[in-house]
């Protein structure tokens, strides 16, 4: 290292690999150096686009791979690291690659894989803009997405061919919420040597960590429960380095980095983020076991109930069943259904979940909007749907006020 270089290393990550330490340990600590720039207990926020060199030496130091800093800040930032590491830590993978978004972390992800001609294996109760980019704009490159009902893996083999480089799923899906396999999931892929992802957003890796199960990558919105707090946009990638080198290279080129202001939000929102998804769990499962009985409810779609398709599987392989609800109302039209949206009074009406602040949606209105009903009906979105993302207010609060609601 160049003399006029300083050799200390504050950024040296202030646990071992190794799960020897509880989630919530690891959601503070992991990632972090024990002692920071001038002794701060929180990571600074570092503003800046470019890095510089003291000399011509220590730019052909870092050209050699010989020390690690920063060079320009389309290619990383400090802070961003300790967020990656903290992140693959959570997860149990080996790194993590943070985006400016969810679909930037998709579209990095898929486009560093395939070329024209290669194909993609695809659930089809994806998030919708991710079925959007592979179907419509991988499309146009030639990249051919197949696509296959969620739960059915004899589909799900048969959709394989020679040209098959993806199979992509999320779980739970949204709003259906239905689970997937993983085990059987990974399986199809080693048996056919091709390259297994889940989005994990609505799971999280408190609920189910995918890598665990034989998954080779896995992809969360941190914009939703990992930020917790609906103030920011983000998306990530964990896995092996050696899956995630090709997503790390296009985010450089490509420049789809997070904002050094986001990596500080995230980071300050892991750190409670199993205190989070405890109240999130429980207010989930209290409210979908209370409109399962109620009258004016034809059918929740939510992993915790035994009613639920999926139950067996979430139950063997979640720890909780997070804090989204779907539910169907009963003998309602699109306006009956919206009058009860109007109803409730501590869910705020808009997209995404994930935050403290109770959302509520009607699909139909708001993420299907731009579908006609014979598409909607294709892709199971009823006039009838209702989506509920449970924040972490009382329990007892969100029971009476869906009873109100429904009742008025």
Not at 373 to 393: K, S
Request: include cysteine.
């Amino acid at each position: 290292m160049s003399g006029s270089e300083s050799s200390g290393n504050t950024r040296k990550p202030h646990l071992d690999r190794g799960g020897r330490w509880g989630f919530s340990t690891l959601a503070v600590h992991a990632g972090e150096a024990h002692l920071k720039p001038e002794f701060a207990i929180t990571d600074p926020i570092f503003c800046t686009a470019t890095y510089t060199f003291a000399d011509s030496q220590a730019v052909l130091e870092y050209l050699q791979n010989r020390h690690t800093r920063e060079e320009y800040g389309r290619y990383g930032n400090p802070s961003e690291k300790v967020v990656e590491q903290k992140l693959a830590e959570l997860e149990g993978g080996e790194t993590a690659v943070l985006f400016s978004s969810g679909m930037a972390a998709v579209a990095a992800y898929v486009l560093s894989k395939v070329r024209a001609g290669d194909e993609i294996v695809l659930v089809d109760e994806c998030y919708h803009r991710t079925r959007q980019f592979c179907c419509e704009y991988l499309g146009r490159l030639g990249v051919v997405t197949r696509q296959v009902p969620a739960g059915n893996y004899e589909a799900m083999e048969a959709a394989i061919t020679p040209r098959t480089r993806l199979l992509i799923s999320e779980s739970p899906t949204n709003p259906h919420l239905s689970v997937i396999d993983l085990e059987r999931f990974a399986a199809l892929g080693r048996k056919y040597g091709v390259e297994t992802m889940i989005d994990s957003t609505i799971a999280t890796p408190y609920n189910v960590r995918p890598l665990e199960y034989g998954v080779d990558v896995v992809l969360h919105s941190c914009t939703k429960y990992l930020g917790g707090h609906n103030d920011l946009l983000a998306g990530v990638l964990i896995g092996s380095a050696e899956k995630l080198e090709p997503c790390r290279k296009i985010r450089g080129v490509i420049g789809l980095v997070a904002s050094p202001h986001t990596v500080y939000l995230l980071e300050r929102g892991l750190k409670t983020l199993q205190l989070r998804m405890e109240r999130h769990n429980q207010n989930g499962l209290a409210l979908a076991q209370f409109l399962e009985a109620h009258p004016r409810v034809e059918k929740v779609y939510y992993p915790g109930l035994p009613s639920h398709r999926d139950y067996a599987v979430a139950k063997r392989t979640m720890r909780g069943f997070g804090g989204l609800v779907t539910f169907l109302v009963k003998n309602a039209d699109w306006r009956e259904t919206a009058r009860i949206v109007d109803r409730v009074r501590i869910p705020r009406i808009g997209p995404s979940f994930g935050g403290v602040e109770s959302l509520i949606e009607q699909p139909m209105l708001m993420s299907y909007h731009d579908y006609d009903r014979e598409q909607r009906t294709a892709v199971g979105i009823p006039d009838n749907m209702i989506r509920v993302a449970c924040g972490i207010e009382d329990t007892a609060d969100l029971i009476e006020d869906f009873r109100q609601a429904l009742e008025a």
